[in-house]
């Protein structure tokens, strides 16, 4: 690294600095740290989620796979066009969950079902979540040792102390101090500011790569790959055990059954500042997910032409000299085309990249011990106590829990040893939560008949398959399913048992109901209403003006996700996505069935690769120019709502009766509005 890229590299750190202190004098609350007292607007989530959700450890973990599996693996990914379609569109899951007004997912799980179970759940997220996030420090620092030259070992005077450890306690404690100091807001503007930093940056990266290298060139490196192990052709794939269409397809269903299942980023789930900014948000992440998209196809691209491209077989010799000094077969894989950037990417780009990936490595850090820290302290503790804490000693507590995620994930990191992909170690650890958390979450969001017991065994389903799918490999080495296939079988031995055991629970309950041997949860179909804050249970700050009248055409509703509070801008920017997904789905119908009757050349393959690359470049310029503008009003507009909303101190994460603390009225029923009835708070039917 030159001079010129550690400034780079290092420039934008005293500004993050600045806005975790000027941060710290809004946190007045518990809602404050948490949630970001729920004022973000749409752009503002989207980007500072977009940028928390996409980190360097899924940047490495990406290149790790493309080296082995190229774009063949990603055009069986067109599978989920429809799918992630219907979630964005209609607000799956999203939509509801914020209508909720929860702080966690834990807090959901105790209105819809019961204290203890989520007192269950924080303590499954909190570990599944822990040792999930183990190894993002030591992929961080082994990702910068390396990508930077760094020495093994740095002597100071007499001193000599190994790198790796030193870079685990550096990076954890600028994550750290960032998060203690303003928690979610100070979260969502770093990562705000990271968002539009990194999109200038993805486009002078992508920028340099096309001037570095030729489309043929790339060309020539990704066919090269032998028969059965295709880099470009999706039906010469045969020989690929791990990344293979099996794999795809088991994510495809994953990534619908497993929408805001994992708390990673806990704290984005509940800050937009209603429920319609929230499922604006979430389409506004698949645009922006272009930008970052190409940008890693490109920089990965250019690894596999530098490392397998004949016209680099010198440069690509010092790499692999470079890359045979890592013991761990599986780091030495894992840092391929990290060290392979190093050498290929001029200066000052190389500086960009490092910058890029080193802002994308604290956004996550910081929101996954925020997230960790947060849900221990609110699923766990927050219900084992009968009165209250008082705010000051609540917001200690939260930042002492914080703190211990990231001793946690020092040690972890300092003493695992990494034996498989980062995306397999994922599929399998997170399985434990979220193999049965998936049909908990959408049964309880959308099936008023879904019982407390059902919920239980579902989670006991799910937990124990991803559990043996861990302990398997131990006890039999030669273990053929890997963590995917597992998580698999957790996701639908869970549908399974949540539907039968709701079912079967609930007619013995109505039973009983009717013999007037019941207790009062028992078979009584639950209030949706209510938990929703829909009807006579709305609340007024979370009420959207309605743009159109109820009654729109039912395939705009269905198709582009229309609903009566979409603006002129809403429906263009849905219909967009719609227009943009359809096409590339029509043609990976088209060429699918052709290919089954005329198998395609590499270079047909290529080819069509190439119409979705020129498009995200003629696209990526024009919408970094639009996040960075709506980012830039929605600062200014959360600032402006910060500023007189107040904080309510029983708006801290409790449930009393089914209900949010701050919801139940000093005195009334359990069933007592909690605002006087509002005709235009109650939400469309359609919306998911």
């Not at 069986?76 to 509801?96: D, E, I, K, Q």
């Not at 005077?157 to 790796?164: R, Y």
């Not at 997904?581 to 270079?603: C, E, K, Q, Y």
């Not at 000093?666 to 919306?687: L, N, V």
Request: aromatic share 14%; with cysteine; hydrophobic share 50%.
């Amino acid at each position: 690294m030159s001079p010129l890229d550690w400034l780079i590299l290092l420039l934008p750190l005293p500004l993050l600095f600045l806005i975790s202190l000027a941060t710290r004098r809004y946190i007045t609350g518990v809602a404050d740290f948490l949630t970001g007292r729920r004022a973000a607007g749409r752009y503002l989530v989207c980007v500072s989620q977009g940028t928390a959700s996409m980190g360097l450890v899924s940047a490495v973990a990406f290149f790790e796979m493309f080296y082995q599996a190229g774009t063949a693996i990603n055009w069986w990914g067109n599978l989920y066009l429809p799918a992630s379609l219907m979630v964005a569109l209609t607000g799956f899951v999203v939509y509801r969950y914020r209508e909720t007004r929860v702080m966690t997912m834990a807090q959901f799980f105790e209105v819809r079902y019961s204290r203890k179970f989520r007192i269950f759940m924080g303590v499954l997220a909190v570990l599944s979540g822990v040792v999930n996030y183990g190894i993002f420090p030591a992929v961080n620092a082994h990702f910068f040792i390396y990508y930077c030259h760094l020495p093994r070992v740095l002597h100071v005077g007499p001193l000599a102390t190994p790198t790796f450890p030193l870079l685990l306690a550096l990076f954890l404690s600028l994550a750290l101090c960032m998060v203690l100091l303003g928690g979610q807001l100070q979260q969502m503007l770093a990562d705000c500011l990271e968002g539009v930093l990194s999109g200038i940056l993805f486009i002078i990266v992508a920028a340099a790569i096309l001037y570095e290298f030729s489309f043929h060139q790339m060309y020539v490196a990704m066919a090269s790959a032998p028969p059965g192990r295709s880099l470009l052709n999706p039906f010469d794939t045969g020989h690929m055990r791990n990344f293979n269409i099996y794999y795809v397809l088991i994510g495809v269903i994953a990534g619908v059954y497993t929408v805001m299942s994992w708390q990673g980023n806990q704290g984005f789930n509940a800050a937009p500042a209603n429920p319609h900014e929230a499922k604006m948000a979430n389409i506004l992440g698949n645009w922006r997910g272009l930008t970052r998209n190409l940008v890693f196809t490109l920089l990965a691209l250019a690894a596999v032409t530098y490392m397998k491209n004949p016209a680099f077989a010198p440069q690509a010799a010092v790499v692999r000299a470079q890359l045979h000094g890592i013991a761990n077969p599986t780091l030495r894989v894992q840092e391929t085309v990290p060290v392979a950037l190093s050498h290929l990417l001029p200066a000052g780009v190389k500086g960009c990249f490092a910058a890029m990936m080193f802002l994308m490595m604290l956004a996550v850090d910081i929101s996954y011990l925020h997230s960790w820290g947060s849900i221990f302290v609110q699923d766990v503790v927050l219900p084992l106590r009968r009165e209250p804490l008082r705010p000051t000693t609540h917001l200690h507590l939260l930042r002492g829990s914080i703190t211990g995620v990231a001793v946690f994930a020092f040690f972890f990191s300092l003493l695992f040893r990494q034996t498989q992909y980062i995306f397999m170690f994922f599929a399998i650890t997170g399985a434990i939560y979220l193999g049965g958390s998936g049909a908990v979450i959408i049964g309880g969001l959308y099936w008023r008949r879904g019982t407390t017991a059902a919920a239980w065994a579902t989670m006991g389903i799910g937990s124990s398959v991803a559990v043996f799918g861990i302990v398997a490999p131990y006890i039999w080495p030669a273990f053929p399913i890997n963590g995917q296939y597992m998580f698999g079988l957790a996701m639908g031995g869970s549908c399974v048992t949540y539907v039968a055991l709701s079912l079967a629970t609930g007619r013995r309950h109505e039973t009983a109901r009717r013999l007037n041997k019941a207790s009062r949860a028992s078979g009584v179909p639950f209030n949706m209403e209510r938990m929703l804050h829909r009807g006579v249970y709305a609340r007024s700050e979370d009420m959207v003006q309605a743009q159109a009248k109820a009654g729109l055409a039912g395939w705009k509703r269905i198709l582009l996700g229309f609903d009566e509070h979409f603006t002129r801008g809403d429906k263009i920017i849905s219909a967009g996505f719609f227009g943009w997904s359809m096409f590339f789905f029509a043609g990976f119908v088209v060429i699918t069935l052709i290919n089954l009757v005329h198998p395609w050349p590499d270079r047909l393959w290529w080819q069509w690769g190439l119409v979705g690359i020129y498009l995200a470049i003629i696209l990526t310029p024009l919408t970094t120019i639009w996040f960075t503008w709506g980012a830039l009003r929605d600062l200014r507009r959360f600032f402006q709502t910060l500023r007189v909303r107040r904080v309510d101190e029983r708006d801290d994460g409790r449930v009393i009766g089914h209900r949010n603390a701050d919801e139940v009225p000093a005195s009334g029923g359990a069933d007592a509005p909690a605002a006087p009835p509002a005709p235009a708070a109650r939400e469309s039917t359609t919306h998911a």
